[in-house]
C-alpha cells in the first residue's frame, strides 16, 4: 500500500516550510533567459518578486562541466529540437551564467525577500553553492541517474530538489536511495516531463500523487508547458511545489523564451495556484458557513391551498416547494390521506402537528 501523501513529512528551503499543509512555493527558473547580461538577470530578480515567486533558480554550470567540444552527431540536437544544429557545447556556451554573478544574485534575491538556488551539474558546483550556502540544491532531470553527483549533494547537508523527468520508477528508487544512503533527510521530487515546451498530453499530472505515496516525499511540478493551467492543476493533485521558467517580457531569442512564462503570465499562474490550493480545503460535508441562509430556501412540504379542519392531505393541496419550513419532500408519501387536525391555511408549512 502507498503512503497517504498528506503524511508525507515537510521540509524548510530558507524561511519556507514545503509539503502537504503549506503554502505552495513558487518558484521562477532563470534559466538562460539572462542572455548573459548580468543587469537583465537582476531585471529577472526583481520580476519574479514582483510577479509572486517565493524564489529564483539559477543553473550552475560551464559547457566544460557539462560537456566536451565535439562535432560528432552525438553531441549535436536533433532536428525535432528548439536547439537543432547547434552541438551541446555551443548551447550550453550560450545558455550558461557565469559563476562570479551567482553569490551578487543571491544577495540581491534575499535582500527582496527572495530565496535563491541553483541546480548542480557537477561536484564543483556542489562545492561552490555549498559554499554560497544556498538553501537548497537541484538535480536536474537529465542528472537523475548521476548517483555520485546526487551523493555529493546530499553530503552538504542541503535539502534536495530531485527532478524525475524520463526516470523509471526504478531510477527514482536509486536516486532517492543514493540520496538518503549519503545523509539527506530533506528531499522533494519533481514531477517532470524532459521535453520543450512540453505537450500537456504528455506530463501526467496523476503521477504526483503516486509518486508522493509510493516514497512518502513531498513532490512538485517542475512544468514545461506553455501557459499555467497545467502548474494550477497539479496543485489540485498535490504538488507542493511549483517551478516554472521565468523570463523578461521583451525576451523572445533566448535559448528557453519558447517555454517561458512573462511576468505578467506568471503573476496569472501564481494567483490560479494560490486560489485552486484555497479552493482544496478540507474534507467537509453539510452546509458550509457561506450557505447557511441558503439552507432556508431548500423544498420543504408546504399547504398550497387552504385545507379545511378535517381535510385530507392530497398531492393538489400539499407539494414539496421552496422555501424550508416544512417537512422533507421525502415525507410527502406518509402524508398523503392523512386527515388535519386543524384549518391549514395557503402557505402553511407542514408538520406533523398539523395531522391527526
Known sequence: MYANPIDAPTLTIGRHEIGPGHPVFIVAELSANHRQDFDAAVRLI???????ADAVKLQTYTPDTMTIDCND???????????????????YQEAFMPWEWQPKLKE????????????????????????????????SSFELVD???????????????????MGSLAEIDQAVT????????????????SAYPCDPAAVNLVTIPDLAGTFNLPCGLSDHSQGSVVAAAAV???????????????????????????????RAMVDAVRTVQKSLGTITYGPEIVEKENVTFRRSLYAVEDIVAGGQITE??????????????????????????????KGTPIT???VA
Open 352 to 354: 406533523w402537528d398539523v
Open 147 to 165: 548517483l555520485p553527483l546526487i551523493r555529493r549533494a546530499a553530503g552538504t547537508g542541503k535539502p534536495l530538489i530531485i527532478s524525475t523527468g
Open 236 to 266: 489540485a493533485l498535490g504538488a507542493c511545489l511549483i517551478e516554472k521558467h521565468f523570463k523578461l517580457e521583451e525576451v523572445e531569442t533566448a535559448v528557453d523564451s519558447a517555454f517561458s512564462l512573462t511576468p505578467k503570465e506568471f
Open 316 to 345: 393538489s393541496n400539499v407539494r414539496a416547494i421552496r422555501p424550508s419550513g416544512g417537512l422533507p419532500p421525502g415525507h410527502l408519501a406518509e402524508l398523503l390521506g392523512k386527515i388535519t387536525k386543524q384549518t391549514v391555511k
Open 178 to 193: 543514493a540520496a538518503r544512503s549519503a545523509g539527506a533527510t530533506a528531499i522533494v521530487l519533481l514531477k517532470c516531463t
Open 73 to 91: 552527431r552525438r553531441f549535436r540536437h536533433g532536428n525535432g529540437s528548439l536547439w537543432a544544429g547547434k552541438t551541446l557545447y555551443e548551447l
Open 108 to 139: 540581491i534575491a534575499n535582500n527582496l525577500g527572495l530565496e535563491l538556488f541553483s541546480s548542480a551539474y557537477d561536484p564543483t558546483a556542489v562545492e561552490f553553492l555549498a559554499a554560497m550556502n544556498v538553501p537548497a540544491i537541484k538535480i
Open 46 to 52: 526583481h520580476a519574479a518578486k514582483a510577479s509572486g
